[in-house]
């Protein structure tokens, strides 16, 4: 070997255990049992729109949506909600009161706002999941379109 090759193998040689040092040297990796769950495991932050209507509005538009006769309208296959996205919109965030056909029945009955109790998120959600059952038309609400009609009445 002459001096560069000597140079070139020491360097070579350092960078080898420049290596395996920053590899931990086999140290098995230590698990803290406070640390978050992995990313995969987080469960999204979108509301679960079928929770929401069991919770807020099945006790009268009723479990699969067909509501009460001349009490409570039928959300299924209806002609007012699926006719009119902003309405739906309108009638959960403001409520709903006076005469109201639906399907050929005419209902003459109140719904409370649900503004306050549920929030934009809420509302999209199960809106969304309103729409997506039940022979409705499958309309996708956002929040920020719920959003966009609560300063409207
Ligand atoms: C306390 C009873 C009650 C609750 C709770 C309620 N509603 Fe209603 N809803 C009504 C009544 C009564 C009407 C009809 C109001 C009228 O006569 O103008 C109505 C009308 C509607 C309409 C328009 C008519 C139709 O059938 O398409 C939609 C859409 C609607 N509700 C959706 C909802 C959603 C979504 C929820 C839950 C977030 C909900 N409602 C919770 C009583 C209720």
């Given at each position: 070997m002459n001096k560069v090759q000597q140079k070139i193998s020491l360097a070579l040689s350092l960078c080898l255990v420049a290596f395996i040092v920053a590899c931990g040297g086999g140290e098995p990796p230590k698990t803290d049992p406070n640390a978050p769950p992995p990313q995969s495991m987080v469960k999204e932050d979108v509301p679960d729109g079928k929770a929401i209507y069991t919770k807020t509005c099945q006790a009268c538009h009723q479990e699969n949506g067909q509501g009460v006769p001349k009490a409570f309208p039928p959300l299924a296959n209806a002609d007012v909600l699926n006719s009119n996205v902003e309405g739906a919109i309108d009638g959960v965030i403001h409520g709903r009161k006076g005469e109201l056909i639906v399907n050929g029945e005419k209902y003459n009955t109140e719904m409370a706002p649900l503004g306050g109790t549920l929030n934009d998120a809420e509302i999209a959600a199960v809106l969304t999941y309103v729409y997506s059952q039940?022979?409705?038309?499958?309309s996708v609400i956002t929040p920020e379109m719920v959003a966009a009609r609560r300063t409207k009445k």
């Amino acid at each position: 070997m002459n001096k560069v090759q000597q140079k070139i193998s020491l360097a070579l040689s350092l960078c080898l255990v420049a290596f395996i040092v920053a590899c931990g040297g086999g140290e098995p990796p230590k698990t803290d049992p406070n640390a978050p769950p992995p990313q995969s495991m987080v469960k999204e932050d979108v509301p679960d729109g079928k929770a929401i209507y069991t919770k807020t509005c099945q006790a009268c538009h009723q479990e699969n949506g067909q509501g009460v006769p001349k009490a409570f309208p039928p959300l299924a296959n209806a002609d007012v909600l699926n006719s009119n996205v902003e309405g739906a919109i309108d009638g959960v965030i403001h409520g709903r009161k006076g005469e109201l056909i639906v399907n050929g029945e005419k209902y003459n009955t109140e719904m409370a706002p649900l503004g306050g109790t549920l929030n934009d998120a809420e509302i999209a959600a199960v809106l969304t999941y309103v729409y997506s059952q039940w022979g409705n038309n499958g309309s996708v609400i956002t929040p920020e379109m719920v959003a966009a009609r609560r300063t409207k009445k």
